[in-house]
């Protein structure tokens, strides 16, 4: 018999709508999504851990704050958010990668499949994006097509569009 993760859900307003946080035992950020996406969210919970049991409780109070503050304009505060994500190897390799695509800036698919030196990997490196389970905080939002066009955004491509252009990005 497969054991239940147990996981903690909370709602963060923001000025794109309410984000839900679902963090572990320890604090540890498990998955990002928005309300109106929750099913979506839910699917890919079970699909990375199997049965998820969601328990209503606040997420820590640095894990607000920082979200808070990104949200306000300090961008950087991101990097302080400590995470964890189930997936597989090549999934974990891309999701460790957006993080290193900076505020401000973007990057197509191929460029970072170059960057992870699998530059035949785009379509995969696509799908393992659009299976990122920490919106925001795991950018995958930075990444474009190879045209510059905002290209499948898991929340929805005027999100995206809000989330680039408040990091400073002319689209």
């Keep these: ?3 239940a993760e147990h996981f903690n859900l909370d709602r ?4 794109i709508g309410t984000a839900l946080l ?3 035992a320890d604090g540890l950020l498990r998955a990002m999504d928005w309300e109106d996406y929750e099913p979506r969210m839910m699917q890919l919970l079970r699909l990375h851990y199997g049965v998820v049991h969601l328990n209503d409780a606040q997420a820590p ?3 607000r704050v ?3 503050g990104y ?3 300090d961008l950087d505060r991101l990097v302080a958010i400590e995470w964890r994500v189930a997936g597989t190897p090549f999934q974990q390799k891309v999701w460790h990668a957006l993080p ?3 505020a401000g800036t973007t990057m197509s698919y191929g460029a970072l499949a170059a960057k992870l030196l699998m530059p035949r990997a785009v379509r995969a490196l696509g799908h393992a994006n659009g299976s990122n389970p920490i919106s925001v905080v795991l950018p995958c939002h930075r990444l474009i097509g190879a045209n510059g066009s905002l290209v ?3 929340g929805g491509l005027e999100r995206k569009r809000w989330l680039l252009r408040h990091e400073g990005v002319e689209i």
């Design 1 to 3: 018999m497969t054991m």
């Design 12 to 15: 963060l307003p923001t000025p």
């Design 22 to 24: 679902v963090t572990d």
């Design 61 to 63: 109070r640095d894990l």
């Design 66 to 68: 920082a979200l808070t």
């Design 71 to 73: 949200f306000k304009g």
């Design 100 to 102: 290193k695509i900076a």
């Design 152 to 154: 499948k955004y898991g």
